[in-house]
């Protein structure tokens, strides 16, 4: 099992930052388990979407084009952390943010948070 906690969530004002965190934890933590660690978010009444994803090595990433330019998805292994620094902050960004683990070679995303409210006032 690994559980993860996110964290750093808040209100904010249009073109303000962020940063989010997500901390894991359990015994089977590792390169295989989450190899991917993945941002989503939800919206009220919309449907939960991916925000931004990195591969264990750091290297490798990807982005919604809704965010590309302003968030940015770091990693540190030895703390069991990945990070989402969100900067130009819009209202339509407003969203319950969640982190999750996937493993290498899979395609679904296996272990959630629980999530952490963003909300931005215009």
């Known amino acids: 099992q690994v559980q993860l906690v996110e964290s750093g969530g808040g209100l904010v004002q249009a073109g303000g930052s962020l940063r989010l965190s997500c901390a894991a934890s359990g015994r089977t933590f590792s390169s295989y388990n989450a190899y991917y660690m993945g941002w989503f978010r939800q919206a009220p009444g919309q449907e939960r979407e991916f925000v931004a994803v990195i591969s264990w090595t750091g290297d490798n990433t990807n982005y919604a084009d809704s965010v590309k330019g302003r968030f940015i998805i770091s990693r540190d292994n030895a703390k069991n952390t990945v990070y989402l620094q969100m900067n130009s902050l819009k209202p339509e960004d407003t969203a319950l943010y969640y982190c999750?683990?996937?493993?290498?070679?899979?395609?679904?995303?296996?272990?959630w948070g629980r999530g952490t409210q963003v909300t931005v006032s215009s």
């Open positions: 999750a683990t996937r493993r290498l070679g899979a395609s679904a995303y296996d272990y």
